[in-house]
């Protein structure tokens, strides 16, 4: 049985484990609110930005947390509240329109449905779209 590995859009900002690092090791993050925010004990955080590599032995649930609090900080510091509203709005409108394209095709409307609901429920997707608008 072949075994195909696809290609996760996500990665390109780099792995989980790489944003773990990136937010511990950034000067400017205030661990007292990552803290607050995911939960770690402040002292584990001082402990992983002393040494990075202690995050390779950090439980998934953690790494997690961190890449998180990455991608959250990532989006605030590029996005505005009215940026969100703009891009959810063109979001909609494109759908809406492929909706009319396909409204005597059901199948491609559940598809179209499916889809939407995922991109505008993921901050994430929504933040690479926003970053690849003109």
Sequence with gaps: MAIYHLKNWRDKGGS?????????????????????????????????????????????????????SFDIAEIQDNMTQNDVKELQSKLHSMFNDWRQLYRNDNSSLRIINSIETIITSDPVACFEIFRNID
């Design 16 to 68: 989980e484990l790489d944003k773990a690092k990136t937010i511990i090791a950034d000067k400017n993050t205030s661990l007292k609110n990552l803290s607050l925010l995911t939960k770690i004990p402040y002292q584990s955080l001082v402990n992983y930005r002393a040494e990075l590599s202690k995050l390779d032995r950090a439980s998934w649930k953690r790494i997690n947390l961190l890449a998180q």
